[in-house]
Structures are given as structure tokens and as C-alpha cells.
């Protein structure tokens, strides 16, 4: 009898001793949820670190190109063959071609444009765009017919004309272009001989030219 109490008594040690030393299956999920969530935590920690350098690289670059466009020349200008306020007058016809004074420049960012000579000489480097517009109506005298052209350094660019005028009374006609200028080239329109231009107060014959971007 003895004998069977002290079996019964080491048997209940041992099973309350293994209840307390061993985890219960509970325990043991739960641990690895939590090492399953650190792990995902650190995967999302490095993460932020990546796209937090990418955004850091993203900031210099935007960085450098607003310094870029910042300092960039400015070269712009735009202007009329007159400044006429009142009546009208032809410029033209001539024996030989003769360069458009484009006499009122309203525009002219880095004055590069002169408008006693009509010439553009470009300040650097780089990608143009100009442009040029002409009118030409009816008016006294023959009934001559008009015709220019954009020119580089005395070489023709683009041209635009009109033949006089017949029922329609007035035409306008005008091209343009993008050119690759180095610095100091010149840029300028020209009447062809023996063709002529109007100009009066609305201002409807003009030369425009920017910078595009530097090269």
C-alpha cells in the first residue's frame, strides 16, 4: 500500500512538472507568428531604406535640372518691320536684295537681336527656332509681287513669297525654322530683288527667333 502511494505521488510530480517545463502548442504558434511579423518588418524596414535613397536620387537630379534651366541663357525677341502708328508705306522693290530692318522690337531678352540692322547674331552655341511673317496687299503703283527669305551667314534657310495680289486684294505668307547656330552666326530676312513689302500700324510683318536649348 505504501508502495502504491509513493508510485502514485512521483507519477503526479512528473506530469505537473512536464505541464510547467513544456510549452503548450498555443505558446508555440504564437512564437511564430511574432517571428514570422519581425521578419516582415525587417523586410519592410529595408524596403523604406531602398526607396528612401531613390527618392534622395531623385531630389539631385531635380536638383541639377532646375539648375540647369536656371542657368541657362535667356535669348528671345520678337519685332515688326515698322512702329507706324498712322497711314502706311511699301518697302521695296529694289535692284538687289537688301536685309528687312525689323525696326520696333517689343521683345528682345539678351539683345541679341539688333534693330538697327535687322541682324540676329547668336550670343552661344546652340538650337534656334525662328520665324517670320509677310503681308502684302494691294496698293498703288505696279502690282508687284513679294518674296523673302530666312538666311544663315548669307546662305538661304527657308523662304516664303506671294504673287501680287489679285481678287482676294491681300495675302499673307511666312515660314520657319529650327537652326543649329554656333556663336557669333548671323540669322536675318531678306527681300528678294525687285519684290516688295507692306507695313502699316497693325504690325502684320514680323521676325521672332529663341533659343531653344544650348549645345
Not at 503548450?24 to 518588418?41: C, F, N, P, Q, T
Not at 531602398?50 to 531635380?62: A, D, F, I, P, V
Not at 534657310?157 to 495680289?165: I, S
Amino acid at each position: 500500500m505504501f508502495v502504491l502511494e509513493v508510485f502514485l505521488l512521483i507519477f503526479l510530480w512528473s506530469t505537473q512538472a512536464q505541464d510547467v517545463l513544456t510549452p503548450s502548442v498555443d505558446i508555440i504558434r504564437e512564437l511564430d507568428k511574432l517571428r514570422a511579423l519581425e521578419g516582415r518588418m525587417k523586410a519592410m524596414e529595408a524596403e523604406m531604406d531602398e526607396l528612401k535613397m531613390k527618392n534622395e536620387g531623385l531630389s539631385r537630379s531635380l536638383e541639377i535640372i532646375t539648375k540647369t534651366i536656371t542657368d541657362q541663357p535667356k535669348v528671345a525677341f520678337s519685332a515688326t518691320l515698322s512702329n507706324l502708328q498712322e497711314g502706311f508705306k511699301f518697302l521695296g522693290p529694289f535692284q538687289n536684295t537688301v536685309t528687312l530692318v525689323y525696326e520696333n522690337a517689343f521683345t528682345n531678352i539678351g539683345y541679341a537681336y539688333d534693330p538697327q540692322t535687322g541682324i540676329f547674331t547668336a550670343p552661344l552655341g546652340g538650337v534656334y527656332y525662328f520665324s517670320f511673317s509677310l503681308f502684302h496687299p494691294v496698293g498703288p503703283g505696279s502690282q508687284a509681287k513679294t518674296g523673302a527669305s530666312l538666311v544663315k551667314n548669307g546662305v538661304l534657310v527657308v523662304a516664303a513669297t506671294d504673287n501680287a495680289p489679285g481678287a482676294d486684294s491681300e495675302d499673307t505668307s511666312g515660314n520657319s525654322a529650327s537652326i543649329r547656330l554656333e556663336k557669333g552666326d548671323q540669322v536675318y530676312v531678306q527681300l528678294w530683288e525687285m519684290n516688295r513689302v507692306y507695313t502699316d500700324g497693325n504690325k502684320r510683318n514680323t521676325f521672332s527667333g529663341h533659343l531653344l536649348f544650348p549645345v
